[in-house]
Structure formats: structure tokens, C-alpha cells
């Protein structure tokens, strides 16, 4: 481990631990997430306006954020865990998740990197479904993606509403600003755009599961 990395660590065990911050010891997995969620935004939005030092800053938050999670975590009785269990675990995964590169599997190009991804994925976990694994908590947008990106690699028949057809050609900006106004129609109809396409995720996972019962 770097020498800055052994140094976040020793400053987080000290803050959490008894004579350093009361307001680090009190925190605890739940109470963090908000603060998880936000960095993850913040860090977004350097992205995208290309700022590297806000990309570095917010890069830092978020790995703040893993080392404190980790600290609570040596701390539980039953299942403790730190950051050392952490590092192992997502190095296993990686090397595990990439035979192409530390195994003899050959793969052409990115795609067939991704299915195999999610096919190991779904071995590793026990999952017999494409529901298996989705945050179904997720904004309803991100849900929605990830559950049609799922069943497109299955034969599933299912019941879409496409009267919309949208342009062979079309870039994000396009696609943006049509969302845009399909949102702003349903705010002027008193419509919460969040609620309904969460109804119609709902609705998706419905079709799945029938379609996975027969």
C-alpha cells in the first residue's frame, strides 16, 4: 500500500477511534449513504465540465467514503472486514472477471468482454434471472436501462409501447432535448415523469418474470 494511502488510514482510524472526532464516531453504514450519493454527483459534474481539479478533489471524497465505510466495518462483531479485505476483494474479481488478460480466453473485441462479464457474474452469484442483481431501488431511468439491457440478452417477447418512433439518426443532445419535452408535457398534465416510468418498470418486471415462469 502506498504511503498516502497508509496515511488515510491512519487518519481515519484516528478519527473514528475514541479521543478523535465525536462526529466520525457516530456515523455508521446508513447514515453515510447521502453523503456516497453526493460525491458520486459532484465527481459527475466534474466530468462533465472537465475540471481535473474538481475530478481530483471529488475522486479523493469517494475514496474517502470506501475507507470510512471500511473502518466501521472492522468494528462489527459478527462479520468485520477492512480495507485490506476490500482491495483483495475487488482484485480477485478483476482477475477472475478478466480471462482474456490473466487466462488463456480469447475475445475479439469489447462486447464479447462484456458477456462474459455478466456470464461469470451470473455463475459466481447463482442468478437464474434477469431481474437477479438490479437495484430496484435505483431513479427509474437508470432501472429502466438496466433492466432492458438485461433482457436484450435474452429471447424475451415482450410487450413495448414503441408508437414513439424515434429518428434512425439521433445523438444524446437530440435524444436529450425529446425527454426533455416528453417530461415537461407530463409536468404541465400534473404528471410525476419519476412515478410513471417507475410504474412502467414495474410493469417490465412483471413481463420478465412471466416470461422466466414458463
Not at 491512519?10 to 475514541?18: A, C, I
Not at 453523503?35 to 475530478?55: C, G, K, P, Q, V
Not at 480469447?106 to 462484456?114: A, F, Q
Not at 415537461?184 to 404528471?191: D, T, Y
Amino acid at each position: 500500500m502506498s504511503s498516502e494511502l497508509t496515511r488515510l488510514r491512519e487518519v481515519m482510524d484516528k478519527l473514528r477511534s475514541p479521543g478523535g472526532c465525536p462526529w466520525d464516531a457516530e456515523q455508521d453504514h446508513k447514515s453515510l449513504l447521502k453523503f456516497l450519493l453526493e460525491e458520486s454527483y459532484e465527481f459527475t459534474e466534474a466530468i462533465e465540465d472537465n475540471d481535473r481539479e474538481a475530478m481530483l478533489e471529488e475522486l479523493g471524497d469517494l475514496l474517502l467514503q470506501v475507507y470510512f465505510h471500511a473502518r466501521i466495518a472492522e468494528e462489527d462483531k459478527d462479520q468485520p472486514f477492512n480495507i485490506d479485505d476490500v482491495a483483495r476483494t475487488v482484485t480477485d474479481k478483476l482477475v477472475r472477471r478478466h480471462p482474456h488478460v490473466f487466462s488463456d480466453t480469447v475475445v475479439k473485441n469489447s462486447s464479447e468482454v462484456l458477456e462474459n462479464w455478466e456470464r461469470q457474474k451470473a455463475v459466481e452469484k447463482g442468478r437464474t434471472s434477469a431481474i437477479d442483481g438490479v437495484p430496484l431501488g435505483q431513479p427509474a431511468l437508470a432501472l429502466v436501462t438496466k433492466l432492458l439491457y438485461r433482457v436484450s440478452k435474452f429471447d424475451y417477447k415482450l410487450d413495448l409501447d414503441t408508437s414513439l418512433n424515434l429518428p434512425e439518426k439521433i445523438d444524446e443532445d437530440k435524444l436529450g432535448a425529446l425527454l426533455m419535452g416528453l417530461i415537461s408535457q407530463a409536468v404541465e398534465k400534473g404528471v410525476d415523469p419519476e412515478a410513471a416510468l417507475r410504474s412502467a418498470a414495474k410493469s417490465l418486471i412483471l413481463q420478465i418474470q412471466s416470461q422466466e415462469a414458463r
